[in-house]
């Protein structure tokens, strides 16, 4: 029997709930050990940028999981900095507090040259992160490899492609803003990689 790709599992795993049948292992891992992953929850997910923030909250409480809702919290060059990270943890917020949302994941802070643009990722982080704090929720960190991994089997993945997955994960008539479906990732990376 032919091997199936991570990405085929994944999906498999995402649409119907369960992973396929496969032979099983000549040995398994006492219970003791192995720790379950994934989380059944209301998961608001985070793609933090000062100028363009991506929101999703997904239900993994279902099979298959749904997409509540999601935004790109955009913000007008002539806003400050400081007047965008307002905007950014009422958003939050609000999305929090609409959903009811008991768990959180949001980007890693990533590796750039750009000192202003690095300064201003973290910034929105915090953002979010205050926010997220204060609302008592649990929050995971993802980084960007590990979220790609999760979502198209491909830790190297595009940004389009999973926009794609993410519409087909959800079943959605189209692909969702890049911001909103990097938010959606993070969610569902969270969903099925999270450390019960």
Not at 87 to 96: D, G, N, R, S
Not at 150 to 159: D, E, I, L, R
Request: hydrophobic content about 45%; aromatic content about 4%; glycine content about 8%.
């Amino acid at each position: 029997m032919a091997r199936k790709s991570a990405r085929a599992l994944w999906t498999a795993k995402i649409v119907n709930g369960s992973l396929p049948a496969t032979k099983a292992k000549k040995k398994s891992a006492p219970a003791a050990v192995s720790a379950r992953r994934g989380s059944a929850a209301i998961i608001i997910g985070i793609d933090p940028s000062l100028r363009g923030t991506g929101l999703a909250v997904i239900d993994t409480r279902v099979t298959p999981p749904r997409l509540l809702a999601s935004q790109t919290i955009k913000a007008a060059a002539k806003l400050e900095p400081y007047e965008c990270l307002g905007l950014i943890a009422e958003h939050v917020e609000k999305m929090v507090l609409e959903f009811g949302a008991t768990e959180a994941a949001i980007e890693e802070t990533i590796y750039v040259q750009n000192f202003r643009t690095a300064q201003a990722m973290g910034a929105s982080r915090g953002a979010a992160l205050s926010v997220l704090a204060r609302l008592n929720l649990t929050v995971s960190e993802y980084a960007p490899k590990r979220i790609k991994l999760a979502v198209t089997g491909h830790g190297s993945a595009s940004k389009e492609q999973v926009g794609r997955m993410i519409k087909a994960v959800f079943g959605l008539a189209k692909e969702l803003p890049l911001d909103e479906s990097d938010a959606a990732g993070v969610a569902l990376c969270h969903a099925y990689t999270a450390r019960a």
